[in-house]
């Protein structure tokens, strides 16, 4: 008596589970779909190490480094 109560809790929940994986909308695939990320999608472009180095520079002059240092320093 006892197995064939477990054995219809099992086949129960395995139905249960297989109808809950099964039940994707389109908006949920969709939204799966955009949140991955590349660079070309994105626009962004590569950098030369001597235009990140100017870039640095200017941060360091404007004071946007300074900030941030003070910023993430901490309490």
């Known amino acids: 008596m006892k197995n064939s109560i477990i054995a219809l809790a ?6 249960v ?16 779909q955009t ?12 950098k030369t190490r ?3 180095r100017q870039e640095l520079v200017e941060a360091q002059k404007d004071g946007q480094l300074a900030a ?3 910023l993430y320093q901490g309490a």
């Open 68 to 70: 941030l240092r003070k």
């Open 17 to 32: 589970g297989v109808a809950h994986a099964a039940n994707v909308t389109a908006d949920q695939q969709d939204a799966a």
């Open 50 to 52: 001597a235009q990140v």
């Open 35 to 46: 949140q991955q990320w590349s660079a070309s999608q994105s626009g962004a472009m590569q």
């Open 10 to 15: 099992f086949a129960a929940f395995a139905t």
